[in-house]
């Protein structure tokens, strides 16, 4: 059974850095394609960024692009996001998800694993 685990969310001050993890367990995720997406309140969930667990190819949604990075540590089966330059409207629950396809996907759907979140608020 896949578990999907996040943690570093918290309170952090506009313009301050935090790094959230995500360890998963439960099979092999070398085919798999990770991604982080956040929720707002009264907000869709929104793509934040992915990287292929094989190759390792990130990408970003428009929002963060320059201002966060994921990646991953294949030993501790662990996807980090480091969040640098953080603003009020990063506010929201992020989510770790996991796609067994292995392709890139910005929508929620195609992900067949999440995990159960972890706020992030930023205050101005």
Do not use: H
């Not at 896949?2 to 506009?14: D, I, K, R, T």
């Not at 313009?15 to 439960?26: D, Q, Y």
């Not at 309140?41 to 992915?50: D, Y």
């Amino acid at each position: 059974q896949v578990q999907l685990v996040e943690s570093g969310g918290g309170l952090v001050q506009a313009g301050g850095s935090l790094r959230l993890s995500c360890t998963a367990s439960g099979r092999t995720f070398s085919n798999y394609y990770m991604a982080w997406f956040r929720q707002a309140p009264g907000k869709e969930r929104e793509f934040v960024a992915g990287v292929g667990w094989n190759y390792g190819g990130t990408y970003y949604g428009n929002s963060v692009k320059g201002r966060f990075t994921i990646s991953r540590d294949s030993a501790k089966n662990t996807v980090y996001l480091q969040m640098n330059s953080l603003k009020p409207e990063d506010t929201a629950v992020y989510y770790c998800a996991a796609d067994p396809d292995g392709i890139l996907s910005t929508g929620p759907n195609d992900y067949d694993y999440w995990g159960q979140g972890t706020q992030v608020t930023v205050s101005s």
